[in-house]
């Protein structure tokens, strides 16, 4: 069974064959035997040839969040992530449209339709969990529209402003 | 004391509850509708739904509190931290109902709550404190002279606040207005008050407090520092006792001060003094924390003293017990603070639903919670989800079990700050003790988590793949499920019944 994943930036491909209980994986250049086994919902035991892990794992909205040894991975399936649209040099290569990181209140929008902002100019300033977050232009870009006024409330992922290529 | 009304909500209300249940006194909690089964409403003896998620109409709802204290019978009420904690209206309308304040009087707080007018009481006693205005104001024009006449970089705080919100820092005079009117927005907003003070901005400080307890009959020990440099927007989220800036000398003569501070304020009950430390060895008042600090599991750990159970005995009238000169300092303890914010983004909170939770246990290390798999983080309130405390023999040994303990505490869903605080705890500078409240910006601005090129890639990679079980093999652990149990059954049946 093949399997195709998106970690941050990078997509993994992992393949595995179940044989008498023991999984046969291949990742990358490697083939490794490994063991998996069920010991909660969320919870599983992993060992490989030379080492054994106890691994969190849970699924929400398309995203798979594991644990292993400290590190917490966001594992997601290609489709489901949206391409990053900022070219090198920083500036914005297509159009996009920033949404809230997080729910809450508008505070300020200091840009207008038709500005030309730079890389990390203020967008907007949203007021979450009683603290004021500025939320900044990733490249430089034109203003295509303003979607929000003070005062209003937003939920995670609404529009706030559109962005466009300047050229 | 025959009942005690919880005023707030996450770790620090189940951590007044527990102390309370080991006392014998019964517990009510208080909560809003988006908290309902959450882990304080469910530990308490009974819980009173108060309002709806925003503050202003539940936590913070001061005759909603009170009538539900009355209703319930409860003749005291712990504010915790945040939310009424520092409210002296509250204190007030609290002895005005008879029902006891766990905290310090009312008087004391409005004192200490007003930065200001505590600046000018303290400098009257003769307690040092930083160089800056002696009258608040909110008229940006005169703030900005006030400024440039102090010169740059200044400090803008808010009056009636604390806990680093409203708080900004200026080195440029064309960032004056602007940032002045931000604060100004955050002090209404988290205060309810726009009157904000300057004062001069120190280079590098570390930031030392002390704890004190007083109580109703003139006493007061302090019980000995905590160093809370590691900050992030101007709030902690490292703390350490003791602290290697101290020596045994300046220990004792920033506790002396500690305790005048307290005696000059007529404060009772548990409460922090808060210094600056600069790089030459001179200390500098800052203000009071007239509360419970979120921190002050580690001075119970090398004290050795319940401080909730200490603020419960002396609202009750109770003489304190402890005698400065028999209490010592053992070991060395550090908290980290786990909040519900992207380490790599600014420390941008992040609201969201936790999958999954599983917190490190072991010798040393305690972990005071607030959440549990499966729980909603709201955007009404602060974003700490937990706080994890270690102790060991000495400093170096503390920083290593918190690393391994941080690298043991699995979060899923959301971003928090375990990772990050490890690789604090493992940086050079901070296990050579080179603090400071700039730490933060100055070894860690673009901080990404290691990835590292060990195989724990390829084990969430088969985690992920065996998620749900789609994947063929996986083998379930544990006994097997119970086909014919009679739990699944229909039928009607008895338990060791006669038949």
Redesign the interface.
Request: hydrophobic share 50%; with cysteine; proline share 6%.
């Given at each position: 069974?093949d399997?195709e994943?998106l970690?941050g930036e990078k997509e993994?491909k992992?393949s595995?064959e179940?044989?008498d209980?023991?999984?046969l994986?291949r990742?990358g250049d490697?083939e490794?035997r490994?063991?998996?086994?069920?010991?909660g919902p969320?919870?599983?035991?992993?060992a490989?040839s030379d080492?054994s892990?106890s691994?969190?794992?849970?699924?929400?909205e398309g995203k798979?969040?594991?644990?292993?040894?400290?590190?917490?991975?966001c594992?997601e399936k290609p489709a489901a992530q949206t391409r990053r649209k900022i070219g090198t040099g920083g500036t914005l290569k297509a159009e996009e449209v920033v949404g809230a990181?997080?729910?809450?209140v508008i505070?300020k929008v200091p840009v207008r339709k038709g500005d030309v902002v730079k890389v990390d100019q203020v967008l907007v300033?949203v007021?979450?969990?009683?603290?004021?977050?500025d939320i900044r232009a990733h490249g430089e870009a034109r203003v295509k529209e303003v979607h929000v006024k003070a005062g209003d409330s937003v939920n995670?992922g609404s529009p706030l402003v559109e962005l466009e290529p300047v050229s | 004391m025959k009942r005690i009304l919880v005023a707030n909500r996450g770790e620090i209300a189940l951590r007044v509850m527990k102390a309370c249940r080991e006392m014998g006194i019964p517990t009510v909690a208080v909560y809003s509708t988006s908290d309902k089964g959450s882990l304080h409403v469910q530990f308490a003896d009974e819980a009173v739904c108060i309002g709806p998620p925003p503050p202003l109409e539940s936590y913070l709802n001061i005759d909603k509190i009170l009538e539900t204290a009355k209703e319930r019978g409860a003749d005291a009420i712990h504010p915790g931290y945040g939310f009424l904690a520092e409210n002296s209206e509250f204190a007030r309308r609290c002895s005005e109902e008879k029902i006891t304040f766990i905290g310090p009087g009312h008087e004391a707080m409005r004192l200490l709550g007003n930065k200001v007018e505590s600046r000018k009481t303290m400098v009257k006693a003769g307690i040092p404190v930083i160089p800056g205005m002696m009258s608040a104001g909110k008229e940006i024009a005169s703030l900005c002279k006030e400024a440039t006449d102090m010169g740059l970089p200044v400090l803008v705080k808010a009056a009636g606040g604390g806990g680093g919100?409203g708080m900004r820092i200026i080195r440029e005079e064309k960032d004056l207005e602007d940032s002045l009117s931000?604060c100004m927005?955050?002090a209404k907003?988290?205060f309810g008050d726009d009157t904000i003070y300057l004062e001069r901005y120190i280079e590098r400080p570390r930031h030392i407090e002390f704890q004190i307890l007083a109580d109703c009959h003139g006493d007061i020990v302090h019980l000995f520092e905590r160093e809370c440099s590691i900050q992030r927007?101007y709030q902690k989220i490292v703390e350490e006792t003791p602290s290697v800036a101290l020596s045994p000398e300046l220990r004792e003569e920033m506790g002396s001060v500690a305790v005048k501070v307290a005696r000059t304020a007529g404060y009772t009950n548990a409460g922090t003094v808060e210094f600056l430390l600069d790089e030459s060895g001179e200390f500098y008042f800052l203000e009071v924390n007239a509360r419970v600090q979120v921190e002050h599991p580690i001075t119970e750990a090398v004290v050795g003293v319940d401080l909730v159970k200490q603020q419960i005995r002396i609202a009750s009238g109770e003489k304190l017990s402890l005698k400065q000169e028999e209490l010592r300092q053992r070991g060395h303890a550090i908290e980290c603070r786990i909040y519900a914010e992207d380490p790599e983004?600014?420390f941008?909170?992040?609201?969201?639903?936790i999958?999954?939770v599983?917190q490190p246990e072991g010798p040393g290390i305690r972990c005071d919670s607030g959440i549990w798999?499966g729980c909603e983080v709201s955007?009404?309130?602060?974003?700490i989800l937990s706080k994890l405390v270690v102790w060991d023999e000495t400093r170096e040994q503390a920083c290593k079990r918190m690393a391994a303990a941080?690298?043991?505490y699995?979060?899923?869903?959301i971003r928090t700050t375990?990772?990050f605080l490890?690789d604090v705890m493992e940086h050079p500078a901070f296990l050579e003790g080179r603090t400071h409240t700039g730490f933060i910006p100055e070894h860690f601005a673009d901080w990404k988590?290691c990835e590292?090129d060990?195989?724990?890639?390829?084990?969430?990679?088969?985690?992920?793949?065996?998620?749900?079980?789609k994947?063929?093999?996986?083998?379930?652990?544990?006994p097997a499920v119970e086909t014919f149990s009679p739990w699944k059954m229909g039928t009607k049946w008895r338990i060791g019944g006669q038949s």
């Open positions: 069974m399997f994943f970690v993994e992992l595995v179940a044989k209980g023991v999984w994986a990742f490697s490794f490994a063991e998996v086994v069920t010991v969320n919870v599983f035991w992993i490989t080492r892990f691994v969190y794992a849970a699924e929400n798979c969040y594991v644990f292993v040894e400290g590190q917490h991975f594992i990181p997080m729910p809450g505070v300033v007021e979450s969990m009683k603290m004021e977050n995670f | 919100k931000a927005r955050e907003s988290a927007r983004n600014n941008l909170p992040c609201a969201g639903k999958l999954y599983s798999s955007v009404h309130y602060d974003p941080l690298r043991r699995a979060i899923l869903g375990t990772s490890a988590p590292g060990g195989p724990e890639l390829k084990v969430a990679l088969l985690a992920a793949a065996a998620l749900g079980q994947a063929p093999g996986v083998k379930a652990a544990g």
